[in-house]
């Protein structure tokens, strides 16, 4: 059964996010100054659907401790530029090689709880005929999946975006569910150096919002992704404002459509300063903004924030991670992490069948890395230079 979630907008308000209120005036219409006495009437929301309870269950699955989430969602012309720089034609046995070579390393789901998948990877299997999710499932990984279709210029705004995707979601959801899939990833993008305005604020929120109802009504736990790019030369500081601003209106607009908070995860930049500003932040400094955002900003209710890795290095991602872990937090802070897991994959693997293992053993140390990171007990003692180095794309912080 669907339980009622609510939560106060402000200490000064009287309306509740969970219920609609209405103040109903009796008495005459016309304009006086006589003041007519009213009645507040309530009207409660049957939450979500019969997926409740799994809902919760998956997501406290993902969310549990020393794991978190490996991406390899990317779309077929960004994993064919991933294949470019160790030389690979991007062609679908390619795309398909990598993928196995990830999800079926022995002995990753000590360290991942989910991994979510592209469309493609979602229907194939390993070349033996194993099911890509049956591989996930036997290591209690839970498949995930991709569902946003891009973004597009968005009319009216500061040469900002909006992504794409709402018409057939809910059908395709249902298939995605009858695949194996249990969770669903959707991203868009907020660009500081473009405003951000008003209007691509609220165009995130409520895309955001209204996949998130969707996915939860076709039983697929909903990843909120509305990433902050790290474009600009701004101050950290202007970066907390404005995230601060962004996941305000999520949490309004996913209370309207009447989204389980329990049965959500988030997927948040961590609150850094511009790529091109001249000073650099500290992995304490960027946990201390980043916390402070996510405890005005995020119900308890809420079970895991797992945080892109953006344009920082392996080592980056994992030493900001685990300053996050330091002292006990409401929720699960983890990881949802795409080159910050692949970097040192791939260069060790350079499509060479021989190098296979040894590329899955270069998977595990990154997983391990991060695993105590979201522990709170990770030491960069020891790692490899390699692994120091940043990937940051303007316009893309995946």
Request: net charge neutral; hydrophobic share 40%.
């Amino acid at each position: 059964m669907a339980t009622t979630s609510l939560v106060k907008l402000n200490a000064a308000s009287s309306n509740w996010i969970g219920q609609h209120s209405f103040t109903q005036r009796t008495g005459s219409s016309s304009s006086s100054s006589v003041a007519f006495p009213t009645r507040r009437v309530s009207l409660p929301v049957v939450r979500a659907s019969s997926y409740v309870d799994e809902l919760v269950q998956t997501a406290k699955t993902i969310a549990s401790p020393g794991r978190g989430i490996l991406a390899i969602d990317e779309s077929n012309a960004t994993c064919g530029k991933r294949l470019a720089s160790i030389g690979l034609d991007n062609t679908e046995a390619n795309r398909q090689a990598y993928r196995q070579l990830l999800l079926t390393t022995p002995g990753l789901g000590e360290y991942i709880s989910g991994s979510i998948l592209f469309e493609e990877t979602l229907y194939q299997s390993t070349t033996n005929g194993k099911k890509f999710v049956d591989c996930l499932r036997e290591q209690n990984i839970v498949p995930g999946i991709k569902v946003d279709k891009g973004l597009s210029p968005l009319p009216g705004s500061n040469n900002e975006s909006w992504c794409q995707g709402l018409d057939g979601l809910a059908s395709r959801s249902a298939e995605y569910y009858q695949q194996g899939a249990r969770f669903a990833k959707w991203r868009t993008v907020v660009s500081i150096p473009c405003g951000p305005s008003a209007l691509a604020v609220k165009e995130a929120a409520w895309g955001l919002a209204r996949y998130a109802a969707v996915s939860q009504d076709n039983g697929l736990v909903p990843i909120v992704e509305p990433e902050i790019l790290l474009d600009g030369d701004h101050p950290i500081e202007r970066t907390l404002e404005v995230a601060e601003r962004v996941w305000a209106e999520v949490f309004f607009y996913l209370a309207q459509n009447n989204v389980v908070f329990e049965g959500i995860l988030l997927k948040p930049s961590m609150v850094t300063p511009g790529a091109e500003h001249k000073e650099k932040a500290s992995p304490e400094s960027i946990a201390k903004h980043t916390l402070q955002m996510l405890r005005r900003r995020v119900p308890p209710a809420v079970p895991g924030i797992m945080f892109l890795s953006g344009g920082q290095s392996e080592v980056e991602a994992t030493l900001n991670l685990n300053a996050m872990n330091q002292s006990p937090n409401p929720w699960h802070v983890s990881f949802s992490y795409a080159r910050a897991l692949q970097n040192s994959v791939l260069k060790t693997w350079q499509g060479h069948p021989e190098n296979a293992e040894a590329a899955q053993k270069a998977l595990l140390v990154r997983a391990k890395a991060n695993s105590l990171a979201q522990l709170g007990r990770y030491s960069a003692e020891g790692e490899d230079e390699e692994a120091k180095k940043g990937m940051f794309v303007k316009g893309y912080t995946y």
